[in-house]
T-cell receptor, first 113, second 113 residues
Framework: DGGITQSPKYLFRKEGQNVTLSCEQNLNHDAMYWYRQDPGQGLRLIYYSQIVNDFQKGDIAEGYSVSREKKESFPLTVTSAQKNPTAFYLC????????????FGQGTRLTVV | KNQVEQSPQSLIILEGKNCTLQCNYTVSPFSNLRWYKQDTGRGPVSLTIMTFSENTKSNGRYTATLDADTKQSSLHITASQLSDSASYICVVSERQAGTALIFGKGTTLSVSS
């Protein structure tokens, strides 16, 4: 089955701890993205990567870090510097080009207590 | 500022009825417009994607229209079903920045029996 997989679906962490969210795709897509979704708001871009070993900050990158060591994987680390980390996180991937379809994972709901 | 505005914010209809969701945008230069369906706690799933030259596109009971002159789009749902209950998100892409997907806040549709 081709697709994009996020894990875990639910994640709980104590305040001050770093946490890493997994995103894997077997669609052979070059581009991968991380978005954050809060109630009543549109998705906001955290980081994106268009090629292995390269990534760019999105609109709300502060307090987050990523890596792109493999084409299939784009993990997101939520650091203790992120002031309000509790949210629904969505990973997406697409082929290169402006009119290509973006496929989303099922999301990870992170709760920091 | 590039923006995507959706209306109404929420909508309740009876099963079997039709409904229309609206999307207005100010994104320029325009590349394409997408409609996604997002079930609660899940990732968005693409319904349609339209480029500048396309006026209408259908996907089963979903029909999207685009007026690039007035920068308006609509999503029409015919003969609604309980499974249509979800959030519908309008997303506009900038032409010169393939990663720049600008998300609306979505319309929450509830279909009741």
């Amino acid at each position: 089955d081709g697709g994009i997989t996020q894990s875990p679906k639910y994640l709980f962490r104590k305040e001050g701890q770093n946490v890493t969210l997994s995103c894997e795709q077997n669609l052979n897509h070059d581009a991968m993205y991380w978005y954050r979704q809060d109630p009543g708001q549109g998705l906001r871009l955290i980081y994106y990567s268009q090629i292995v070993n390269d990534f760019q900050k999105g609109d709300i990158a502060e307090g987050y870090s990523v890596s792109r060591e493999k084409k299939e994987s784009f993990p997101l680390t939520v650091t203790s510097a992120q002031k309000n980390p509790t949210a629904f996180y969505l990973c997406a991937s697409s082929m290169q080009g402006t009119n290509t379809e973006a496929f989303f994972g099922q999301g990870t709901r992170l709760t920091v207590v | 500022k590039n923006q995507v505005e959706q209306s109404p914010q929420s909508l309740i209809i009876l099963e079997g009825k039709n409904c229309t969701l609206q999307c207005n945008y100010t994104v320029s230069p325009f590349s394409n417009l997408r409609w996604y369906k997002q079930d609660t706690g899940r990732g968005p799933v693409s319904l349609t994607i339209m480029t500048f030259s396309e006026n209408t596109k259908s996907n089963g009971r979903y029909t999207a229209t685009l007026d690039a002159d007035t920068k308006q789009s609509s999503l029409h749902i015919t003969a609604s079903q309980l499974s249509d209950s979800a959030s519908y998100i309008c997303v506009v892409s900038e032409r010169q920045a393939g990663t720049a997907l600008i998300f609306g806040k979505g319309t929450t549709l509830s279909v009741s029996s």
